[in-house]
């Protein structure tokens, strides 16, 4: 195997982007104990850091992680984008649905699964399980 190769015993693609809306993203530095998983949205603190949204702060949605990041780490988030909703990390006591309006008002798109296709190797549509 040459140098810097990584055999890859399996991979399973993450069905995230719902579609061709254009993608924005920024960066941020990550607040003071905070752990961010990746597709968690997230928000600001008063000092502009990194926090993931709570079921009180779904309002003030930021954006959306795009990695896993830890405290004081740089993080990448979606600022837009169109992503399937069951893909989206939400906070205990809040569902995807929470999201779908303060999102909308950033450019951040979320599709319901439910009426989503896949397209198959031969071009033709079907109805997604």
Known sequence: MAA??????????????????????????????EIITELTPVTLDT???????????ITSVYGL????????QEIVLYLTGQFFGESINVPSG??????????RKL?????NTDNAVTINSSG???PTE
């Open 4 to 33: 810097g190769k990584e055999l890859l015993e399996s991979y399973i693609p993450k069905r995230v982007h719902a579609g061709d809306y254009p993608v924005v993203t920024d960066s941020g530095t990550v607040a003071e104990g």
């Open 47 to 57: 000092n502009g850091k990194i926090k993931a949204v709570t079921a009180d702060t």
């Open 65 to 72: 992680a795009a990695e896993d990041a830890i405290a004081g």
């Open 94 to 103: 809040s569902s995807v649905s929470d999201f779908k309006e303060p999102f």
């Open 107 to 111: 450019g951040i798109f979320l599709v």
């Open 124 to 126: 033709d549509t079907q």
